[in-house]
């Protein structure tokens, strides 16, 4: 048995590789934290995995920091232990998004909801009193989402950040979520400048 692998619980460890394959299959992990994961799921120190690996140490924590650029044999060589080598994909596209445009039971009322690809509500507006003036609306996102001055960052009174679209004369066109921190919220602004040109509009009126 080779010295240098410490024992570990299995039950844990097969738990870590399931997990790992399915970020794998999925394209949910990056190549940085993909060779991290692989170490330290033998639970080996940077040294060791890199002599068990043929490796130089220096090498590979360039590349557990995202600072190296590791040829394929590389690659290969740390992937080998686990049953992977380097190949080519099918790079996966983000879902586009698309505007919900619906009708109050209450009061009659229109208004839109920006969503993104993967549903998830990223602007809502607030009510028109005509389907056309939701409609021109909707043509107003589309118009200055890619806009960075037309976001407004405010903060909630209990201290969720958010913000608003706004138009070319400062009216609101639509508003966010509250979020968890300002990278979320940055993060939501992000996305609205990526689906708020969608042409589709799903009319559930």
Same mark, same amino acid.
Do not use: C
């Given at each position: 048995?080779?010295?240098?692998?410490?024992? +570990?619980?299995?039950?844990?460890?097969? *738990?870590?590789? #399931?997990?790992?394959?399915?970020? #794998? @299959?999925?394209?949910? #992990?990056?190549?940085?934290?993909?060779?991290?994961?692989?170490?330290?799921?033998?639970?080996?120190?940077?040294?060791?995995? !890199? @002599?068990?690996?043929?490796?130089?140490?220096?090498?590979?924590?360039?590349?557990?920091?995202?600072? /190296?650029?590791?040829? +394929?044999?590389?690659?290969?060589?740390?992937?080998?232990?686990?049953?992977?080598?380097?190949?080519?994909?099918?790079?996966?596209?983000? !879902?586009?998004?698309?505007?919900?445009?619906?009708?109050?039971?209450?009061?009659?009322?229109?208004?839109?909801?920006?969503?993104?690809?993967? /549903?998830?509500?990223?602007?809502?507006?607030?009510?028109?009193?005509? *389907?056309?003036?939701?409609?021109? /609306?909707?043509?107003?996102?589309?118009?200055?989402?890619?806009?960075?001055?037309?976001?407004?960052?405010?903060? !909630?009174?209990?201290? %969720?950040?958010?913000? %608003?679209?706004?138009? !070319?004369?400062?009216? #609101? +066109?639509?508003?966010?979520?509250?979020?968890?921190?300002? &990278?979320?919220?940055?993060?939501? +602004? &992000?996305?609205?400048? %990526? %689906?708020?040109?969608?042409?589709?509009?799903?009319?559930?009126?």
């Amino acid at each position: 048995m080779d010295k240098r692998i410490k024992k +570990i619980d299995y039950g844990e460890e097969r *738990k870590l590789r #399931i997990s790992f394959f399915e970020d #794998i @299959k999925n394209q949910k #992990i990056s190549l940085t934290e993909a060779v991290r994961v692989m170490r330290q799921m033998t639970k080996l120190t940077q040294p060791e995995f !890199a @002599k068990h690996r043929g490796l130089s140490v220096q090498a590979l924590r360039q590349i557990e920091s995202g600072v /190296g650029n590791p040829q +394929i044999d590389t690659l290969n060589k740390l992937g080998e232990a686990f049953g992977l080598e380097v190949g080519f994909v099918q790079k996966k596209y983000p !879902a586009a998004g698309w505007f919900e445009l619906t009708k109050s039971e209450e009061n009659g009322q229109f208004s839109f909801a920006l969503k993104a690809g993967n /549903g998830e509500q990223i602007l809502k507006s607030e009510q028109y009193t005509t *389907k056309a003036a939701a409609s021109n /609306g909707i043509e107003s996102v589309r118009t200055n989402s890619p806009k960075d001055e037309r976001y407004q960052k405010l903060t !909630a009174k209990n201290g %969720n950040p958010y913000f %608003n679209l706004l138009a !070319a004369n400062s009216q #609101i +066109i639509g508003t966010s979520q509250m979020y968890s921190s300002e &990278a979320s919220r940055d993060g939501g +602004i &992000a996305s609205v400048k %990526n %689906n708020g040109q969608t042409d589709t509009v799903k009319d559930l009126t």
